[in-house]
């Protein structure tokens, strides 16, 4: 069975580009969720998606946004670069629909350095 | 507010020490943490769990512990090998069902 596929791994971009990362969760699960990760905050949470409806956002600003798939696909969306946006973007799935039941299941990461 | 940290930012163990890391919590809510393995270039990877309704879980090698009374867990690891070598993050639910909120981490060393 597949795991989480991340893509791209690794990408450089320059301040005021945008960037899409995207994200496939193992089959059969309905829940994405997206984290960042940096060395001085450690790892965050973005937004968690269910069925294609966002269930719950962090603490980002409005220049991360996200959307999931009807196959359970998501990708999100970092518009109008900063240099602190440079991070490791970590994308996790779940089987349970009621959330936070069980394991969530991490991709590699895509790692966004921002120039 | 909520916030999750670790006691030790490092740990170095010798090859066949038990091994363990301490995490403290602040959020009352919480009832759900789970501990996760990070190595070198790889994504977080699920280690055990552990329910607010429990103060104890054992895995392979592994122990969590739970003290609600001081908001305190702990993942003990025995027989530490060298492959245990990675960041360990604990993280805790603050009572959602969608999200998480980590650790800083501890970077754990094993010297053979």
């Known amino acids: ?115 | 507010g909520e916030s999750v940290g670790l006691h030790l930012p490092t740990l170095s163990v010798q090859e066949g020490d038990n091994s363990i890391i301490n995490c403290a919590y602040s959020n009352s809510a919480s009832d759900y943490f789970i501990w996760y393995k990070q190595e070198s270039g790889k994504g977080p990877q699920f280690i055990i769990d552990i329910r607010s309704n429990m103060d104890k879980r054992q895995g392979q090698r592994v122990t969590v512990l739970l003290n609600k009374t001081v908001k305190h867990l702990s993942l003990q690891i025995a027989a530490t090998q060298p492959g245990d070598s990675a960041v360990y993050f604990c993280a805790e639910n603050g009572g959602s069902n969608y999200k998480l909120t980590f650790g800083k981490g501890t970077l754990l060393t094993v010297n053979p």
């Not at chain 1, 320059?14 to 994200?23: A, F, M, N, Y």
């Not at chain 1, 969306?77 to 089987?95: F, I, Q």
């Open chain 1, 1 to 115: 069975k597949a795991g989480v596929t991340q893509t791209p791994r690794y990408l450089i971009k320059t301040r005021g580009q945008q960037v899409t990362l995207s994200c496939s969760p193992i089959s059969g699960h309905r829940s994405v969720s997206w984290y960042q990760q940096t060395p001085g905050q450690g790892l965050q949470f973005l937004f968690e998606y269910f069925s294609e409806t966002q269930r719950n956002k962090g603490n980002f600003p409005g220049r991360f946004s996200g959307r999931q798939f009807s196959n359970s696909r998501s990708e999100m969306n970092v518009s109008t670069l900063e240099l602190g946006d440079s991070a490791l973007y970590l994308c996790a799935s779940s089987l349970a629909a009621g959330g936070l039941k069980g394991e969530l299941f991490f991709g590699e990461g895509s790692r966004l350095t921002v120039l």
